[in-house]
């Protein structure tokens, strides 16, 4: 071989690379573990997804923060659901109160309801730093007010997966 066309030749290879075993190795790992993030990006959509169907609704009595027995079995029910995302998913804990008190006793009581379903939640296993809970007052009614059928569907609790 012609020494001019053979240094040319190692010039070519050193400035322009020469693809190893080692790059091709390298890009075939960085091509598996891309994929790889990818499905775990998937699957943690399809698992969130499935959280969020999960809903639970606990009502309360008039001017009270205690959660009653039906209310123990809804929630029991919801962290029973979610149980294979509690570490990851985002709880809300919306309360509300009917129209009947004033307007910092609703505030106050809304509060205290989102509190102890929040409280409950996390002796359920769901890490208390995962659970949101704000009170709206008597705000966002989900019946009219005028009736006592309706003030008793507004005093409540909203859980749900973000």
């Known amino acids: ?8 030749f190692v010039l070519v290879f050193v400035f322009l ?28 959509a399809a698992n969130r997804a499935e959280a969020q169907k999960y809903v639970a609704v606990v009502y309360f009595s008039v001017g009270s923060s205690m959660i009653q027995e039906e209310g123990y079995h ?16 985002q709880i ?14 609703n505030q106050d009581l809304s509060n205290q309801r989102a509190r102890n379903v929040a409280d ?25 007010n005028e009736s006592a059928a309706g003030r008793s569907r507004n005093r409540r609790v909203e859980v749900r997966v973000r």
């Open 1 to 8: 071989m012609n020494p001019r066309i053979f240094s040319l």
């Open 17 to 44: 690379g020469c693809p190893s075993a080692y790059d091709q190795t390298y890009d075939q790992e960085l091509g598996r573990l891309r994929n790889q993030e990818r499905q775990r990006q998937a699957a943690e």
């Open 74 to 89: 809804e929630l029991l029910w919801f962290a029973d659901r979610i149980a294979p995302y509690r570490n990851r998913a």
């Open 92 to 105: 809300d804990v919306k309360g509300y109160a009917d129209s009947t008190g004033h307007e910092q006793f």
């Open 120 to 144: 409950f939640l996390a002796q359920q296993g769901i890490p208390y730093d995962h659970i949101f809970p704000v009170g709206f007052s008597s705000n966002f009614p989900e019946e009219p």
